[in-house]
């Protein structure tokens, strides 16, 4: 949003306030004063005319311009009803050096999970991807992966659901039952360039159910609405946004902030990696996110692959 835009916003949304204060405080013309009014009216917001002066009545439910007013984070967003796939648009923005932007919408038509899976992303969730240029080594990239799970599910647990983290990008409400862990809340894509020791630039792709019925996803799937009824999508975004940036701004906090929100942590896993099948008890995750399985043979490493949850014998 343009930084005049986004003052009178704040300013109106603290008011009453006069079109002169505004000028006066902004150093804008009236006129000015007036276009930006307009053009906040055109995404959404009801800005009142009163004699005391503009006052914000309600605003958007929805889009940009509604997570915006508020956020303490320093991301730009770049807000679609409707886009192929957030993380595309992203790389786009990454390419042509763009760094800190939210790509945001209300829908997906081509939504993506891991290893090209389709991510069913309709109206009413919430579908987001991070551009991102973090000055850190290529191995430690996966811990923004980690931080990111860990925001979702602080700003799920802040409206009553039970979210927990499965290794390595998986947000759910636990449930025994199910083969995954647990009911799928909330999937990560994170997606990097670089060379030579230097990471370039990073994507990372959240797409939360959100205000969805159970029958608009996938099999194993839940949302916000199933769990606990609608919640303010503007707001939800904004918790996560402030949530993350704190993370990243201290990532030697992430790995505790992970550990104590796992789901994979001291279950019995079988993790398919492209070496094979790793089966035992998940004890860790190392500094660098990759979880630690103590098997029959030993402790392994795995860096990457679909961890299962066993059912107890």
């Known amino acids: 949003m343009h930084e005049t835009r986004r003052a009178v916003l704040e300013r109106v949304a603290d008011g009453p306030v006069t079109g002169p204060t505004l000028a006066d405080a902004l150093g804008v013309s009236r006129a000015a004063v007036w276009k930006h009014v307009e053009a906040l009216r055109a995404d959404g917001f009801r800005i009142d005319s009163t004699d005391d002066g503009y006052v914000l009545e309600a605003a958007p439910e929805f889009g940009g311009a509604a997570v915006e007013l508020g956020l303490d984070a320093p991301f730009d967003l770049e807000y679609h009803d409707s886009v192929a796939s957030t993380n595309d ?3 786009e923005l990454a390419a042509a050096g763009r760094d800190d932007v939210v790509v945001l919408a209300d829908e997906q038509t081509g939504g993506r999970g891991r290893r090209g899976r389709a991510w069913a992303s309709p109206s009413g969730g919430i579908w987001l991807s ?3 240029r973090p000055d850190w080594p290529p191995a430690r990239v996966p811990l923004l992966t980690l931080a990111a799970a860990v925001a979702v599910t602080d700003a799920a647990r802040a409206r009553g659901v039970d979210a927990a983290i499965k290794w390595p990008n998986d947000v759910l409400v636990p449930d025994s039952s199910t083969a995954r862990g647990g009911r799928k809340l909330t999937g990560i894509l994170t997606e990097m360039e670089g060379e030579a020791g230097r990471v370039s630039w990073v994507v990372l792709g959240v797409g939360v159910n959100a205000n969805l019925d159970p029958d608009e ?7 916000l609405r199933a769990e606990r009824g609608d919640v303010d999508r503007a707001a939800f975004t904004r918790d996560v946004l402030e949530r993350f ?3 990243r701004a201290a990532p030697d906090d992430i790995l505790d902030a992970w550990r104590d929100r796992s789901a994979t942590l001291g279950q019995r896993v079988r993790v398919r990696t492209a070496q094979g099948p790793v089966e035992g008890d998940a004890v860790d995750v190392t ?3 990759a979880l630690v ?3 029959d043979g030993g402790e392994e490493v795995v ?3 679909d961890c299962e949850h066993l059912r107890p014998a």
């Open 245 to 247: 940036h704190g993370l």
């Open 89 to 91: 648009r992203a790389r």
């Open 293 to 295: 399985v103590d098997t």
């Open 287 to 289: 500094d660098v996110g």
């Open 303 to 305: 860096h990457a692959g």
């Open 130 to 132: 991070l551009v991102l």
């Open 217 to 223: 996803l996938g099999e194993d799937a839940t949302s």
